[in-house]
């Protein structure tokens, strides 16, 4: 069987702090019952699908693609490579020179990981103007058989543009894309599987998840 020796939780924590898309819903977490005067602590939780750390289904970007509950499970599971690109500036592009050193890993479902450390941005100007993933890139990963990519940026794509081209093919294909996880820099080892499984969420285009990274004993 598969023994699990490390973990790596490389999700944000839901709060009203949660980290968005600027314009997204504002994440609210409030108390609605407690101890004293309901005998039961309970929280009413209200966030976007895309809070936090999130996956996005085919429909995010299509009308015609599946939401988020349609997406077999198999897709959030499975072994990893993580593309270290660290040394990545301000809207600056992860090209295929970036992933070449990689290649001889990615086959058919593995999950690749983009980390840009740019997680740390968080709460500066900074963090909204991060590196993401080209589309040659993203047309490479799809032709080896890569059905789902994450990374510690708020977005795979450009921000600030208006062409989203990893948003339309991943969406085109049938396939899945992670954002706005952290901590990849944790990962310090080679053995790499992740899991981050999405709430079961009716009709919807994503939702928040638990990503996580485990070192595989071999």
């Not at 599946?66 to 499975?78: A, N, Q, R, S, V």
């Not at 593309?83 to 090209?95: G, P």
Request: charged share 25%; net charge negative.
């Amino acid at each position: 069987g598969m023994k699990v020796k490390k973990f790596v939780d490389l999700s944000w924590e839901v709060s009203d702090d949660s980290p968005i898309y600027p314009g997204d819903p504002e994440p609210h977490i409030e108390a609605t019952h407690t101890i004293e005067k309901d005998y039961y602590n309970l929280s009413g939780v209200y966030v976007g699908t895309q809070t936090g750390t999130h996956v996005d289904s085919p429909y995010h970007f299509s009308n015609d693609g599946d939401t988020i509950d349609k997406m077999e499970l198999d897709f959030f599971f499975g072994p990893a490579v993580v593309i270290r690109v660290t040394d990545k500036k301000a809207e600056e592009q992860i090209t295929m020179e970036d992933v070449k050193l990689y290649a001889d890993k990615i086959e058919p479902g593995t999950i690749v990981l983009f980390n840009t450390n740019w997680y740390k941005h968080r709460g500066t100007d900074l963090f909204y103007t991060h590196p993401y993933v080209n589309g040659e890139v993203a047309s490479f990963l799809v032709e080896r058989g890569v059905r789902f990519i994450g990374i510690d940026t708020m977005n795979a794509d450009q921000s600030n543009g208006t062409e989203f081209p990893v948003h339309d093919l991943f969406s085109e294909k049938r396939l899945m894309i992670g954002e706005n996880w952290a901590y990849m820099d944790k990962i310090d080892f080679d053995n790499v599987w992740v899991a981050a499984f999405p709430l079961k969420i009716q009709g919807c285009d994503g939702s928040p998840v638990r990503a996580v990274a485990m070192e595989i004993e071999e």
